[in-house]
């Protein structure tokens, strides 16, 4: 999207209202985005800093010939195929603005269900506030910066294995404000990532670990540009749910859940494996209707 391609030379004589229309066409050129007009008003309202009432008011406004280097920058990357969320470079988790980039998964809504369904047993075991919970495998933070959020006093420990994906549930965590103050971050593989003093004294495990198979094929948008380690776990993908299954007896308190998220085609394996071990296990569907979550609750 050049000057010349809008016939404008940038002295003052093309709106942002033009630069909508033109993004929306050039994205649907692209196919690339499953939303054009959509993913043309994100990407128009991050240049302009501007949502809402605010945004279709700077739409008479006369770009900047930085304000539109920066629109043809994000344009091209979200028709080259790069997620519209890393494009962006935040996205949207429940009540919380998430920053995200490769290094760490795309937020996604089956995940949101995952953080209420923890928040819902956090607050069965501990209605008046406080308690304690790990989100293992966190990277950007999603989940476990949600339940801080939303609930306000509760001790939150964030695990992962990666450096990199902590480095960005940092960020995520500065700009989270005083709720943070409750949370905690820790590097390693599941629970050898935990500190001792956690042992017996959670309220809540949550995880959305890898659960992907080595050899399921997956949309290039997501192969070509989400981190692999964080998606695949195994042939068949079961390996890290059925770890954390095995042993987060150890972590959680008595009447203490663990709450997984995974693929249709696990669930019953999972729900199978933590009633061996004494679990009471229910199993949720997503919006879709397929099911997606696992609710382990640990006995006396």
């Not at 991050?46 to 280097?69: C, I, K, M, P, S």
């Not at 450096?163 to 404000?177: E, S, T």
């Not at 150890?250 to 669930?267: D, P």
Request: aromatic fraction near 4%; charged fraction near 20%.
């Amino acid at each position: 999207m050049t000057d010349q391609d809008n016939g404008a030379d940038l002295d003052g004589t093309i709106t942002w209202r033009a630069l909508l229309a033109e993004t929306s066409l050039l994205l649907e050129q692209s196919c690339a985005a499953d939303n054009p007009k959509l993913e043309a008003r994100w990407i128009v309202e991050e240049v302009t800093g501007t949502t809402g009432t605010d945004f279709h008011e700077a739409l008479d406004d006369f770009a900047t010939t930085r304000g539109v280097a920066k629109l043809d920058a994000l344009v091209s990357r979200r028709s080259a195929g790069e997620p519209i969320q890393y494009v962006l470079g935040h996205w949207q988790f429940r009540s919380v603005d998430l920053l995200i980039d490769q290094r760490v998964l795309i937020p996604r809504p089956e995940t949101e269900l995952v953080a209420g369904l923890a928040i819902d047993e956090l607050i069965r075991m501990r209605p008046h506030g406080g308690g304690t919970v790990i989100d293992m495998g966190t990277g950007s933070g999603a989940i476990g910066l949600s339940i801080a959020a939303e609930r306000p006093g509760t001790r939150v420990l964030l695990t992962d294995a990666s450096k990199d994906a902590l480095a960005v549930a940092r960020a995520n965590l500065v700009g989270l404000g005083s709720v943070a103050r409750g949370v905690e971050i820790s590097c390693g593989s599941w629970f050898d990532a935990v500190p001792d003093h956690y042992r017996g004294e959670c309220d809540v495990i949550v995880s959305n670990p890898p659960y992907i198979g080595t050899d399921e094929e997956l949309p290039c948008s997501v192969v070509d540009w989400e981190p692999e380690s964080a998606l695949r776990a195994g042939n068949d993908g079961l390996k890290d749910l059925q770890h954390i299954v095995e042993h987060a007896s150890t972590w959680l308190r008595s009447n203490g859940s663990l709450v997984l998220e995974m693929a249709h085609t696990q669930t019953s394996t999972i729900a199978a494996q933590g009633a061996s071990l004494g679990y009471v296990a229910k199993i949720h569907c997503d919006l879709a209707g397929l099911d997606r979550v696992v609710v382990l609750q640990r006995g006396q």
